[in-house]
Nanobody, 120 residues
Framework: QVQLVESGGGSVQAGGSLRLSCAVSGYALCMGWFRQAPGKEREWVAAIYTGGSSTYYADSVKGRFTISRDNSLQMNSLKPEDTAMYYC?????????????????????WGRGTQVTVSS
């Protein structure tokens, strides 16, 4: 069983930065970050396969966000549209390897989320 606890969310002005952390207990081959804004579906943000250190990003955050092997998500040049609840997700590899880094169904374990609010 893998348990995840996110931290580091908060409020920031547009153009600012935040660093999200995800404390993980248990083994996980794949780690991902997703986000969900009010009234919208949960969307994938970034992922890392810890075995090979491969990283993946959604087009909307590429060049601004960086996911690291310690499961943190560095977010720079934040925009109001980045406002959302951010969730850390993990998988042992059974799901994520076959379904891809951006698939919600590729992750068996989820944290409770941390809120990020970006004001203009």
């Amino acid at each position: 069983q893998v348990q995840l606890v996110e931290s580091g969310g908060g409020s920031v002005q547009a153009g600012g930065s935040l660093r999200l952390s995800c404390a993980v207990s248990g083994y996980a081959l794949c780690m991902g970050w997703f986000r969900q804004a009010p009234g919208k579906e949960r969307e994938w943000v970034a992922a890392i396969y810890t075995g090979g250190s491969s990283t993946y990003y959604a087009d909307s955050v590429k060049g601004r966000f960086t996911i690291s092997r310690d499961n943190s998500l560095q977010m720079n040049s934040l925009k109001p549209e980045d406002t959302a609840m951010y969730y850390c997700a993990a998988d042992s590899g059974v799901n994520c390897r076959s379904r891809g880094p951006g698939s919600i169904s590729g992750y068996a374990y989820w944290g409770r989320g941390t809120q990020v609010t970006v004001s203009s």
